[in-house]
């Protein structure tokens, strides 16, 4: 069964497992939103981004994963999932792609 929340409905292959963290709607476009859900991974928090579009009945849709981001304790991922709406885009590319680690 589907969930709704607010005005986006999620598959239950999406939600399955998840906690929704936070929808944030595009202040550009309101067509257009980002879904951050939570969940575990082994001894990891794992935060799954989503695309959201609206629809013609102004419900909110998933598309597609954008990204997803773990995280040593709970803390940090509320931090992240609180400074996302203020992060630029060279920020956000940046923890996409963080520097990798040289081991010599």
């Known amino acids: 069964m589907d969930l709704k929340f607010e005005n986006v409905i999620f598959p239950n292959d999406v939600i399955k497992g998840k906690q929704i963290e936070n929808i944030i709607v595009s202040p550009i476009d309101n067509r ?3 879904a951050a859900l939570s969940g575990k991974l082994k ?3 794992l935060l799954r981004l989503y695309q959201l579009k609206r ?5 909110y849709f998933p598309t597609h994963e954008i990204g997803a981001f773990t995280f040593y304790s709970r803390k940090e991922l509320k ?3 609180n400074r996302l709406p203020k992060m630029s885009a060279i920020e956000i590319l940046m923890v996409m792609s963080p520097e990798p680690v040289i081991t010599h």
């Open 79 to 81: 931090d992240f999932v």
């Open 43 to 45: 001894n990891m928090h």
């Open 32 to 34: 257009v939103a980002i």
């Open 55 to 59: 629809g013609g009945d102004q419900n």
